[in-house]
């Protein structure tokens, strides 16, 4: 159960597009389409922005995007606004009933 | 409106045992599918136990045979009993819900700090 693999810090100024990366392997990120991302402000509770590699839950702006490629997963957030900085966190379910959660990537509005 | 409430939180010394809880409103919890995350101060999330609708249970190899998952179906609570606690089991433990059909955690509470200290 190796953690995902995030870069730690991105960003990007106000209106831009920054991608964040989650690698994994064939066991995981590779062999299931049940990525998620999650938002999470200091302090707070994570939130659920992308499901399933690219659905967005109810409320989530379609600024999110999600895709995947192999064994990379990756969150996109277009036109970014002062409230996208945060820290935002990949998982994928790994099989067996196991899920990982990546480590984790700090991105910050200039 | 969903609520999580996570209680049981608090210091402890290295080998005791805590008892967290969650109480749920607004979601049965014995018809959903009920996982424990947690975050060490500063650290990323890390996922640690879900229990199904059907009861079964599974945990993630760091708390196996340490932790337990269970439910009161009556009281509509979340329970995660933790025993022979180390120093790096120090977070703070979420409960969240998981969606049935997929790995999304969308409904989460807002923590409760577990510190495993002499």
């Known amino acids: 159960q190796s953690a995902l693999t995030q870069p730690p810090s991105a960003s990007g100024s106000p209106g831009q597009s920054v991608t964040i990366a989650c690698t994994g392997t064939s066991s995981d990120v590779g062999g299931y389409n049940y990525v998620s991302w999650y938002q999470q402000h200091p302090g707070k509770a994570p939130k659920l922005m992308i499901y399933e590699v690219s659905k967005r839950p109810s409320g989530v702006p379609d600024r999110f995007s999600g895709s995947k490629s192999g064994n990379t997963a990756s969150l996109t957030v277009s036109g970014l606004q002062a409230e996208d900085e945060a820290d935002y966190y990949c998982s994928s379910y790994a099989g067996s009933n196991n899920f990982v959660f990546g480590t984790g990537t700090k991105v910050t509005v200039l | 409106e969903v609520q999580l409430v996570e209680s049981g939180g608090g210091l402890i010394q290295p080998g005791g045992s805590l008892r967290l809880s969650c109480a749920a409103s607004g979601i049965t919890v014995s018809s959903n599918y009920m996982s424990w995350v947690r975050q060490a101060p500063g650290k990323g999330l890390e996922w640690v136990s879900v229990i199904y609708s059907n009861g079964n249970t599974y945990y993630a190899d760091s708390v196996k045979g340490r932790f337990t998952i269970s439910r009161d179906n009556l009281k509509n609570t979340l329970f995660l009993q933790m025993s022979s606690l180390r120093a790096e089991d120090t977070a703070v433990y979420y409960c969240?819900?998981?969606?049935?059909?997929?790995?999304?955690?969308?409904?989460w509470g807002q923590g409760t700090l577990v510190t495993v200290s002499s």
């Open positions: 969240a819900r998981r969606q049935s059909s997929n790995w999304g955690l969308d409904y």
